[in-house]
């Protein structure tokens, strides 16, 4: 059930870091109004707007699960991480931990400026917004890999 869980978790964690990405990179050209016949002006090129939906279900579902694999992080790994003396392991799960809450916190807020149909007056709330979820995203989804793969002998 554990194994099975974080899978899930990992991979629903590579479709919120895919969307938020995507979402950040347009949110950047529709303000910039930069559009070309490139690679990366076709990835920036997409409706930012379209993604908001998911990526607030993606978010609470990501951070849902790791809630549940919560118990047994606390409960195996982190003494085995305190056992091998791998404080800085321990510590940039403890900021994973708050930017999760901090990103829990701002999805409310981040969903409103998204609302259609688009508000002018949000745009700069819109980017920022944008860009710190994608920024609190990327920290957890490379801080947990990072965790997984420790080799701790549990």
Known sequence: MFTTLLL????ISVALLGGITHQAFAVAAMRAEARGTSFIARFRGTDPAAYSTAIVVLCAVVILTGALLYPNYRMIVRPALQSLDLRSANGIFEIKEHLSAIGLILLPAYWAVWRQPLVPEY???RV???WILASMVWWNFIVGQLLVTIKAPV
């Open 8 to 11: 899930f978790h990992g991979l």
């Open 123 to 125: 745009s700069a709330a």
């Open 128 to 130: 920022g917004l944008t």
